[in-house]
């Protein structure tokens, strides 16, 4: 497509300005749709300031490098990272045990609740089986029996 058809407008100096604030100094880089119209621009004098101060930024950018880390940093780094190790596997250790005792200690509160709501209520002491007593109660000399009463 040509870039008259597209019905859209030119490319002024603050949209170009953006472009190269975000892509570089260099067009290649740049999104396949606003290339032509950044060439364009970049044909007169503020396109081509423009694009030399992003071209400055970028050489800035790619020269700047990171030395890699000293013996003495990448130790420290390594004795740091097995103390925290260390911590948190013992961490582990007793939360696990934390959660075992509480495990134990409600199946002991469960066990306790089963057994006294399961077994019987227990007579009490004062009634002692003797030799008068019977299933329909206690049949001994010192109780009126009905027969008597008629």
Do not use: C
């Not at 100096?13 to 364009?40: C, H, V």
């Amino acid at each position: 497509m040509a870039e008259g058809s597209r019905n859209e407008p030119a490319m002024d100096a603050k949209r170009f300005a953006a472009l190269a604030a975000a892509y570089g100094g260099d067009l290649r880089r740049w999104p396949e749709a606003e290339r032509m119209a950044g060439a364009i621009f970049a044909a007169n004098t503020a396109g081509q300031a423009i694009l030399h101060h992003a071209g400055t930024l970028d050489g800035l950018l790619d020269s700047y490098h990171v030395e890699a880390p000293g013996k003495a940093l990448h130790s420290a780094i390594l004795q740091a990272a097995g103390r925290h190790l260390v911590q948190r596997r013992r961490q582990r250790f007793w939360w696990l045990g934390l959660g075992l005792a509480g495990i134990g200690l409600a199946g002991a509160v469960a066990g306790l609740a089963l057994v006294s709501i399961v077994t019987p209520e227990v007579q009490p002491d004062h009634y002692v089986l003797d030799a008068n007593a019977t299933a329909f109660g206690d049949a001994g000399p010192d109780r009126d029996t009905i027969e008597e009463d008629l």
